[in-house]
């Protein structure tokens, strides 16, 4: 195992001890409620953005139990639109992670209500004094983190999504697409640290467009991985976003262009880092981890 | 009209152009996600919660255009939630004042996403610096409206509105059941005043007594007039609720019995108002005017 392996399972693990912690159970008659919304986020996810965001905070030297906070309410935001994505009205996924989904383990109206939760859950963690005892970092933060992922962002992406069903788009509109679905909150994972740090608007936009262009390429191996993967993989049914014509960079590049492209993308990416020096060092390595990766 | 009615209908129509400003349409692909929040929030609707943000926020005198921000923050949240509660997974209605639910004017996929957009602009709105210049009062209002909306607030009750279909609650388990679906939103209606004015606790507290009384007398002639109104009155199908075996008031109080119990907590709730004297005339006659609705 890498160095870096060390550090993203070390992350990963940091980071599923804060959701547990932040997601406790209760004996309540609306018990259910608080199991489901467990069982949607502690489902050994890759945990990418909250890397992405403890590492740009640790550039900036922001203490861990600081970031944590941020990293999981990005991750909880994340596991929200999973859970309303999977839905039979929306993608109607029965599986996420090899297990059941959230509709399918409890039934659609908890689906319903556990995203909504998470998604509230996340405002309240950032805008916590325990996140940052600089008022203005808090408020930063949530007004980032609802632009990324709201009808401007993530939530108008997945509109855009479930339309492109019946429209074909071109290469311009599928980037847009993937811009707004899953760019937006990488995006902001990646600015999280520079907002917590306050630092100034040239580091915070040189992190922003570092985790946008990753995301890029993140989403361009995540489309390679759905053609080329197996069920055991990618926890996923093989190819099931192609024949759901979804609209993805493979259908506008092809497969050798969309390795070419994702491998662009990370070189890319890194060139955002460059004023960072050594400090950005695991970041770069996640550049290469995300277009080498096998599932 | 008495002043009230006129104050009632000018903050209604305030809060209205704002909810209509802060709702812009789009010529992009997903230009059907803005149609459908406008369409959820834009539909004629009370205004109760934005009232008590306006008011409250007079008290302190505030400004108008920061205490309006607030007051669409809070409706955009309500509108959400009554968005996700039409579905057909939750309590599945065709028709809101009269007119086709989001998701039967559009569909499920639309309304789903609606909420979600709906939702995570007011936190947007709230944390924006136009709401307040100091970002102590960002950060505070983001941290209560995340609490009253969430799994411990609105949601949870909402949880536990879909389980009390099969569990008879009893008077307690019915006020908390209240309490959390709609007592948290309308207290937090109420304080939102003394946390953007940066008010004392003291005051910030009896606001938010003031509105937890206020909401349940609110609640419980919400009941008599689903049994007594007719359609065009409440635009619901009457008796609704009951037919459902949802626990109201009604179940564990009687008609009479609720009635007084309104009138009761209406009167309680201008307890709380002594410290500020004639400053609160306003909410005072809400009081009045929320026991004596006829729709």
């Given at each position: 195992m890498t160095?870096?392996?060390t550090?993203l399972?070390e992350?990963?693990?940091?980071?599923?001890r804060?959701?547990?912690?932040?997601l406790?159970?209760?004996?309540?008659?609306?018990?259910q409620?608080?199991?489901?919304m467990?069982y949607a986020?502690?489902?050994?996810?890759?945990r990418?953005?909250p890397?992405?965001?403890?590492a740009?905070?640790?550039?900036?030297?922001?203490?861990?139990?600081?970031?944590?906070?941020?990293?999981?309410?990005?991750?909880?935001?994340?596991?929200?639109s999973l859970?309303h994505?999977?839905?039979?009205?929306?993608?109607?996924?029965?599986l996420r992670?090899?297990?059941?989904?959230?509709?399918?383990?409890?039934?659609?109206?908890?689906?319903v209500?556990?995203?909504?939760?998470?998604?509230?859950?996340?405002?309240?963690?950032?805008?916590?004094?325990?996140?940052?005892?600089?008022?203005k970092a808090?408020a930063?933060?949530v007004?980032?983190?609802?632009?990324?992922?709201g009808a401007?962002?993530?939530?108008?992406?997945?509109?855009?999504?479930?339309?492109a069903?019946?429209?074909?788009?071109d290469e311009?509109?599928?980037?847009?697409?993937?811009?707004?679905?899953?760019?937006?909150?990488?995006?902001?994972s990646?600015?999280?640290?520079?907002?917590?740090a306050?630092?100034?608007h040239?580091?915070?936009?040189?992190?922003?467009?570092?985790?946008?262009?990753?995301?890029?390429?993140?989403?361009?191996?995540?489309?390679?991985?759905?053609?080329?993967?197996?069920?055991?993989?990618t926890?996923?049914?093989?190819?099931?976003?192609?024949?759901?014509?979804?609209?993805?960079?493979?259908?506008?590049l092809?497969?050798?262009?969309?390795?070419?492209?994702?491998?662009?993308l990370?070189?890319?990416?890194?060139?955002?880092?460059?004023?960072?020096?050594?400090?950005?060092?695991?970041?770069r390595?996640l550049?290469?981890?995300?277009?080498?990766?096998?599932?």
């Open positions: 160095a870096f392996d550090a399972e992350a990963t693990e940091r980071v599923d804060e959701l547990g912690r932040l406790p159970l209760t004996d309540e008659v609306e018990a409620l608080f199991e489901a467990r986020v502690l489902n050994g996810g890759k990418l953005r890397f992405i965001v403890m740009s905070s640790g550039m900036f030297n922001v203490a861990p139990e600081q970031a944590v906070r941020v990293a999981a309410a990005v991750e909880l935001v994340h596991a929200y859970v994505d999977d839905l039979p009205c929306m993608d109607d996924d029965d992670r090899g297990k059941p989904t959230v509709h399918v383990k409890y039934d659609e109206a908890t689906a209500l556990v995203g909504d939760a998470l998604l509230t859950q996340a405002f309240e963690i950032l805008a916590h004094e325990d996140t940052s005892a600089d008022p808090r930063d933060l007004l980032a983190l609802a632009k990324a992922a401007h962002g993530m939530v108008g992406g997945q509109m855009l999504d479930l339309l069903e019946d429209a074909h788009l311009n509109q599928t980037v847009r697409l993937q811009r707004l679905k899953t760019g937006e909150m990488i995006a902001f990646g600015e999280a640290g520079a907002i917590l306050r630092a100034d040239v580091h915070r936009h040189a992190l922003r467009m570092f985790a946008h262009d990753l995301g890029l390429a993140f989403q361009i191996t995540d489309d390679l991985l759905d053609v080329e993967g197996t069920v055991e993989q926890g996923k049914a093989v190819g099931k976003d192609a024949a759901a014509g979804k609209a993805t960079f493979l259908d506008v092809g497969v050798d262009g969309a390795r070419d492209r994702a491998a662009m990370a070189q890319q990416a890194k060139t955002h880092l460059e004023m960072f020096g050594s400090k950005a060092e695991p970041l390595q550049c290469d981890f995300v277009i080498t990766r096998r599932s």
